[in-house]
């Protein structure tokens, strides 16, 4: 069974800034896309950034971009997501993801899937 596993998350306040981590099995690492998605009580999980496994080339959702990073170390097998300029609408459960395809912002095209890490934004 392929776990991911994410931490990281937490409670800042707006304006501040966290970096959420995903532990990934090297094998899965090595041969799949990575992502982040989030999920904010009540609705869908959404997607917010991935990070091709070849070149390295990443994509964002419009909400994030400018603020969010999303990076992979191979030696570690990690991906990390860092967060900036954090609103209290990022406040979401975010989950890492895997996938054979890369760039791509639909949830389905991932495979495997972390448990979540929560990230609560303060007023």
């Known amino acids: 069974q392929v776990q991911l596993v994410e931490s990281g998350g937490g409670l800042v306040q707006t304006g501040g800034s966290l970096r959420l981590s995903c532990a990934v099995p090297g094998r899965v690492f090595r041969n799949y896309a990575m992502g982040w998605f989030r999920q904010a009580p009540g609705k869908e999980r959404t997607f917010v950034a991935t990070?091709?496994?070849?070149?390295?080339?990443?994509y964002y959702a419009d909400s994030v971009k400018g603020r969010f990073t999303i990076a992979r170390d191979n030696a570690k097998s990690t991906v990390y997501l860092q967060m900036n300029s954090l609103k209290p609408e990022d406040t979401a459960v975010y989950y890492c993801?895997?996938?054979?395809?890369?760039?791509?912002?639909?949830?389905?095209?991932?495979?495997?899937w972390g448990q979540g890490t929560q990230v609560t934004v303060s007023s």
């Open positions: 993801a895997a996938g054979a395809i890369s760039k791509t912002t639909v949830k389905n095209h991932y495979d495997y």
């Open positions: 990070i091709s496994r070849t070149d390295g080339s990443t």
